[in-house]
């Protein structure tokens, strides 16, 4: 029996070339699934130039995975699908870790990337980048005056 998994979609822009790159990774995505004992559960589509743009589907993405414990993967074409920003990172890595989830990719450039090593990769750099803002805090706090 097939593994229960769930599909996010992402492109930059909401024109043909767009809605042709969501296209596109939706049935790279099928075919991957296909391969690999999955069975896709739900598909979430977004689109929007930044990071907090159009992203409603992200959350209903997450929402539902976390209601949903028969979800067992997270199929996405590559990791900048996902999001930019490092807090999503955070959310969803807690998430599998805890709940025995997985994140794949299936993006053609991402064959010999192991998906555990790309979230833990993203958990270094996060964790460093709020060490140097609450560095660069610290730095820039007046002194205490005695």
Known sequence: MNQEAVLYVRSATDDESGAASRRSQEQAGHEFARKNGFEIARTWEDKGRTPLESRR????????????????ALLLERPDRLCRRFRDWVELHELCRKNGKVIRFFGPDQGALNDAMVLEVMMALYRRAVEAACETRKAKKPPNPA
């Open 57 to 72: 589907a992200l959350r209903g993405f997450v929402e539902y995975v976390k209601s949903h414990p028969s979800v067992q």
